[in-house]
């Protein structure tokens, strides 16, 4: 090997990263493959570059609670109020036929059913009020669905691809620093070129990656402040409902015993 030291401009940056021949894309194309084969059969990756994303990591798996309990409690909402009508109409069938029984029977057992039928027609009347703030509740839950958990949802993906990109990257600049020979003009210029792409990658990763982590951020304090609005007007509802109505209807039935 001779002794031959090259020089290299500093504008051969601009020209590595305007690099899109169709060898070049090929090769980028097929360590992004790889990663994404690696990731998805679940092989063990270089522990350095999954110890720097820890945190982004704990950021997704928030994000999957996020998402995954919101479907939940959207779900557990619409069961909710299934339950309530059901419950409802019974109760007031029932209370409709303590009241007829009870105007049949002219004994102090007749009162006590037309009372304990009163109570609880009233309490199917009241029951049905919950419908109210629990619909609202769903809608709620529903928007924020649709619209804040989609877009950040969105946003995870493009910083998933950009990872897989990145991560491509480095193995390719891997497998290439494995076979270099600083002597050699030709794989110096190869080991730039794709030094340069790690670069451009992972600048797009990066920048998608905080995109993520203030999104989530937000996303979950977004969530903290909708429970809290719509559960307080579910609980003002439900202290109605269980307020001091019911407990007149009680005493009167106390009395008529």
Same mark, same amino acid.
């Given at each position: 090997?001779?002794?031959?030291?090259?020089?290299? /401009? =500093?504008?051969?940056?601009?020209?590595?990263?305007?690099?899109?021949?169709?060898? $070049?894309? @090929?090769?980028?194309?097929?360590w992004?493959?790889?990663?994404a084969?690696i990731k998805?059969?679940? %092989?063990k990756?270089?522990?350095?570059?999954?110890?720097?994303?820890?945190?982004?990591?704990?950021?997704?798996?928030?994000?999957?609670?996020?998402?995954? #309990?919101? !479907?939940?409690?959207?779900k557990?909402i619409? +069961?909710?109020?299934?339950?309530?009508?059901?419950?409802?109409?019974?109760? $007031?069938?029932?209370?409709?036929?303590l009241?007829?029984?009870g105007? *049949?029977?002219?004994?102090?057992?007749?009162?006590? @059913?037309?009372? #304990?039928?009163?109570?609880?027609?009233?309490?199917s009347q009241?029951?049905?009020?919950?419908? $109210? /703030?629990?619909?609202?509740?769903?809608?709620?839950?529903?928007t924020?669905?649709?619209?804040?958990?989609s877009?950040? =949802?969105?946003?995870?993906?493009?910083m998933e691809?950009?990872? #897989?990109?990145?991560?491509?990257? !480095? !193995? =390719?600049? %891997?497998?290439?620093?494995?076979?270099?020979? /600083?002597? +050699?003009?030709?794989? @110096?210029?190869?080991?730039?070129?794709? *030094?340069?792409?790690?670069?451009?990658a992972k600048?797009?990763f990066?920048k998608?990656?905080m995109?993520?982590?203030?999104?989530?951020?937000?996303?979950?304090?977004?969530?903290?402040?909708?429970?809290?609005?719509? !559960?307080? #007007?579910?609980? +003002?509802? =439900?202290?109605?409902?269980?307020? /001091?109505? $019911?407990?007149?209807?009680?005493?009167? @039935?106390?009395?008529?015993?």
């Amino acid at each position: 090997m001779s002794g031959h030291k090259c020089s290299y /401009p =500093w504008d051969l940056h601009d020209r590595y990263a305007q690099d899109k021949s169709v060898v $070049n894309k @090929m090769q980028q194309k097929y360590w992004e493959t790889k990663q994404a084969f690696i990731k998805a059969t679940g %092989k063990k990756e270089d522990e350095h570059v999954v110890a720097s994303d820890a945190d982004l990591d704990a950021k997704l798996e928030l994000f999957h609670s996020i998402q995954r #309990t919101c !479907l939940d409690l959207s779900k557990a909402i619409v +069961l909710y109020q299934k339950r309530i009508c059901f419950l409802s109409q019974e109760e $007031n069938e029932l209370g409709k036929f303590l009241r007829s029984q009870g105007f *049949q029977d002219k004994t102090r057992a007749g009162k006590m @059913m037309q009372a #304990t039928g009163k109570a609880l027609c009233f309490s199917s009347q009241q029951r049905l009020a919950l419908r $109210n /703030p629990l619909c609202r509740f769903h809608q709620e839950v529903e928007t924020f669905r649709h619209r804040a958990i989609s877009d950040t =949802w969105l946003t995870v993906n493009r910083m998933e691809q950009c990872r #897989t990109e990145y991560r491509g990257a !480095l !193995l =390719w600049m %891997k497998d290439v620093s494995q076979e270099l020979d /600083p002597d +050699l003009y030709k794989q @110096m210029e190869k080991f730039r070129k794709v *030094q340069t792409q790690v670069r451009l990658a992972k600048k797009s990763f990066d920048k998608l990656k905080m995109d993520v982590c203030q999104k989530v951020d937000l996303l979950g304090a977004s969530r903290c402040n909708l429970l809290s609005h719509m !559960l307080a #007007t579910y609980q +003002l509802a =439900w202290a109605q409902w269980q307020g /001091p109505r $019911n407990l007149k209807v009680l005493t009167k @039935m106390t009395c008529c015993c």
